[in-house]
């Protein structure tokens, strides 16, 4: 018993985001519900929060499927994305964090208010206790 290495094994799965691949439970219920709901929504803006791996892009991307849209990621999130926007109905901002360029958030939320588009928000905590500068954000977000 020299020889204790561990071997990784890898398994060649495709990931998908069907729904029949979500499994609904007592604590996403709720959310899948509100995203199937769509567009009888009581406000336009939707955040959707969890821990790293709770499922939020897997419900984010049945949506997208489902009723067509546009994902963006924050990290990503630059001035073209906000001329992009402009074609799509439903949008989508994942991993909202406090490390954003809040101008380009706030230009984001601006836009979408205007022409009077969805928005689904991910992050990890509720964007209300997002620790924001922008007062003009913070009080966007707050709304």
């Not at 709901?37 to 791996?53: C, M, R, S, V």
């Amino acid at each position: 018993m020299s020889d204790l290495n561990q071997e990784i094994i890898r398994f060649n799965y495709e990931q998908n985001f069907k729904d029949d691949d979500f499994y609904v439970s007592k604590s996403n219920k709720n959310t899948f519900d509100i995203l199937n709901n769509w567009p009888k929504w009581e406000k336009k803006f939707l955040n959707i929060t969890g821990d790293k791996y709770s499922g939020k892009t897997h419900l984010i991307n049945i949506f997208i499927k489902k009723f067509k849209g546009i994902k963006l990621n924050e990290k990503f999130l630059n001035n073209e994305d906000l001329a992009k926007i402009k074609l799509y109905e439903n949008i989508v901002l994942e991993d909202l964090n406090e490390k954003i360029n809040e101008k380009l958030v706030y230009s984001l939320l601006n836009i979408i208010d205007l022409e009077n588009k969805y928005i689904i928000i991910t992050s990890k905590v509720p964007i209300v206790n997002i620790k924001f500068t922008l007062n003009d954000l913070i009080s966007r977000t707050k709304n």
